[in-house]
């Protein structure tokens, strides 16, 4: 995993709402030791909700049971307002609470307790993958949609994840450098990621 403290891009900011001080102290600590800036930190959903509409975080923290407001509440109402990566937090690992979270934006869950490690690759992947969607809305955005948007997206995703793969075992490439490289060849070939996609599959393009 690439940690965000060795590179030169502006440190990920972080919102976190846990109503356990000692785990939201646990997960401060963890997050500053590994490069990311927390700009905030509450122990209720509804203050995270104010949290994230004053310091526009990349990404929020969030327990799923909190005073105020639930996790997965909050996340509703922080992804409908702006672009920001979500995780909850949660004891359980409930298929229900899982479709529930995703309805609301959320992106990824991480069950309680976990390891340093846990929580770092959590993030790094949940900041990947958001990271991946916003660019593909982007793309849809300024080439219009090929059919309906929703098919266009799911289609291009689909040709970006098997092109990923096929980087990240042609290339050793890890998931992150991947989609970069396609992301940056289509920017500068001005065509569509997903035209991109297909030429690393047929092999007519490689790093």
Known sequence: MNDPATTKRAPVR?????DEA???LDIKEILLSAGYEVVGETGRGDEAVGLAAETRPDLAILDVKMPGMSGIQAAREITSDARVAVMVLTA????ELIEEARDAGVAAYLVKPFHRDELLSAVDNVLASCQQEWAIDAE???FGPEGSA???KIATRRLVE????KLIEDAAMNEAEAFSFIQRTA???RARMREIARQVIDGSISP
């Open 162 to 165: 098997e092109a990923k793969g």
């Open 22 to 24: 000692i785990v939201r």
């Open 150 to 152: 929703a098919e266009d």
């Open 14 to 18: 972080v919102i976190i709402a846990e």
């Open 92 to 95: 359980f690992s409930q298929r």
């Open 187 to 189: 920017m500068r070939t």
């Open 140 to 142: 849809i955005e300024t």
